[in-house]
């Protein structure tokens, strides 16, 4: 089975840095890689999905993917104290199923 | 994205028995997936939930213990079965939407079981 790794954090940052969340994973035949956002007492949601080499990005949000070295991140611009929750970095295993990181605790200090 | 929806939100309940957690969307989707997040934990799928077909369930899961029903493209049933305070987790569903090359799964709110 694909392992994915993340740092459990938590991740300090003060409001208005970039927060940097990364992943790595061991299966290098992974094609499609997604960051969800769960806040405490809720259910993840899906806040980017990457498949391609390179950077995508959405909004206040970057996804970066370098395939080579197995690892995916997640920029956060202008971070605010409502970006505060766990990301999850998840990757498809055949059978469209995802296996999850442990996630990362991320904090933004006003 | 899709709208998910699952019954109960949360339940508590006493060793031994069962509960079976609803999961409604609101459109017909292919695959459908059940997952547990225990307390602190990240989620880990229980099975691939399939029309027509009994489930497909991963390594440490069993159908005696957890058996799915999916009658339709909308709607699927998982059942916690002879519950043991072990069982206490958040219970979620999810359903995968194609997006050009690749599937993007969107979760349900999910049910969080006490078991006593």
């Known amino acids: 089975q694909k392992e994915v790794e993340q740092n459990s954090g938590p991740l300090s940052v003060p409001e208005g840095a970039i927060a940097s969340l990364n992943c790595t994973y061991s299966?290098?035949?992974?094609?499609?890689f997604f960051w969800y956002r769960q806040y405490s007492g809720k259910s993840p949601e899906l806040i980017m999905s990457i498949y391609s080499n390179g950077d995508k990005e959405d909004g206040r949000f970057t996804a970066q993917l370098n395939k080579a070295s197995q690892y995916v991140s997640l920029l956060i611009r202008d971070s605010q104290p409502s970006d505060s929750a766990t990301y999850l970095c998840a990757v498809i295993e055949y059978g469209n199923k995802l296996v999850f990181g442990a996630g990362t605790i991320l904090r933004v200090k006003s | 994205s899709a709208v998910i929806s699952q019954k109960p939100s949360r339940d508590i309940c006493q060793r031994g028995t069962s509960l079976t957690i609803q999961c409604q969307v609101d459109?017909?989707?292919?695959?459908m997936f059940w997952y547990r997040q225990q307390p602190g934990q990240s989620l880990t799928l229980i099975a691939t939930a399939n029309q027509g077909s009994e489930a497909t369930y991963e390594s440490g899961f069993v159908i005696d213990k957890f058996p799915i029903s999916r009658p339709n493209l909308t709607f699927s049933t998982l059942t916690v079965s002879n519950m043991s305070p072990e069982d206490s987790s958040i219970y979620l569903c999810?359903?995968?939407?194609?997006?050009?090359?690749?599937?993007?799964?969107?979760f349900g709110p999910g049910t969080r079981l006490t078991v006593l």
């Open positions: 299966d290098r035949v992974s094609q499609s």
């Open positions: 459109s017909q989707v292919t695959m």
């Open positions: 999810s359903v995968a939407r194609r997006r050009s090359s690749y599937n993007e799964q969107f």
